[in-house]
C-alpha cells in the first residue's frame, strides 16, 4: 500500500529513479517484517537502575528501574530479580517501598530467549489480571550489567559496613547474606 501511495508522484517515464525509490521501499519493508517476525534479535529497549540507601551503609535499599526511561512503577524485588532464568512466567518482579509484594507489588511475565529477557505486561499482586501493557526485549548483557552494578553495590557496603544489614525496601532476609548465591546466578552468563 505504501507503494500505491508513491507511484502517482513518479514520472512513469524515469524509470531509474521508480527503481531506486521501489527498492528503498522494499528494503524498508523486509526491516519491518523482520522486527514483527524475530523481535527479540533488535535488544532495543535499554534497561537502567538507580540505587538508594535509607541510611549509608546500612537498612532499607531501593533500586528504582528505568526501561527506554521510563520509570517502572514500584522497586525491583533483588532476590526475584537473580533468579529470574530459573522461573519463567509470572515473577513478582516489582516490590513495594515497604518490602512487602502484597502491599504495591506486581507480577511481570517473564521469558528467556537466547539473545534477550523479556519482560510482558504487568499483572496484578492479588488476582493476577493484566495490570498493564507493555513488551520489553532487554539484551542479557544490559541485563547482566544491572546484576553486576548491585552486587558491587552490595559488596561495597559489605567491606565498609560487615554487620549491615540490607533489604529490598523496609523488608526480608538481609541481602549481604545472599550475595555468595547471587555470585552463582546464570544470569551472569551469557549464553
Ligand atoms: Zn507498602
Not at 528504582?64 to 532476590?79: A, H
Not at 509470572?90 to 511475565?109: I, R, S
Amino acid at each position: 500500500m505504501m507503494l500505491d501511495c508513491i507511484f502517482p508522484f513518479i514520472k512513469q517515464d524515469v524509470m531509474n529513479r521508480r527503481d531506486v525509490v521501489l527498492l528503498c521501499y522494499i528494503r524498508k519493508a523486509r526491516r519491518v517484517f523482520s522486527y514483527h517476525e524475530r523481535p527479540e534479535e533488535i535488544g532495543i529497549d535499554r534497561i537502567k537502575i538507580a540505587i538508594e540507601q535509607e541510611h549509608r551503609d546500612d537498612g532499607a535499599m531501593f533500586i528504582s528501574v528505568y526501561i527506554n526511561g521510563s520509570n517502572m512503577p514500584e522497586i525491583l524485588d533483588v532476590e526475584a530479580f537473580f533468579a529470574i532464568k530459573q522461573q519463567n512466567g509470572l515473577v513478582p518482579l516489582f516490590t513495594c517501598g515497604c518490602g512487602d509484594f502484597d502491599c504495591g507489588g506486581y507480577y511481570v511475565n517473564v521469558s528467556c530467549t537466547d539473545t534477550a529477557l523479556v519482560l510482558h505486561n504487568s499483572y496484578h499482586r492479588f488476582n493476577r489480571t493484566l495490570q498493564s501493557q507493555f513488551e520489553y526485549h532487554l539484551d542479557w548483557q544490559e541485563v547482566r550489567g544491572v546484576a553486576e552494578e548491585i552486587l558491587v553495590y552490595l559488596q561495597e557496603i559489605h567491606k565498609r559496613n560487615p554487620q549491615a544489614y540490607v533489604t529490598t525496601g523496609h523488608g526480608g532476609e538481609n541481602l549481604l547474606n545472599r550475595v555468595p548465591d547471587y555470585l552463582e546466578s546464570s544470569i551472569l552468563v551469557i549464553p
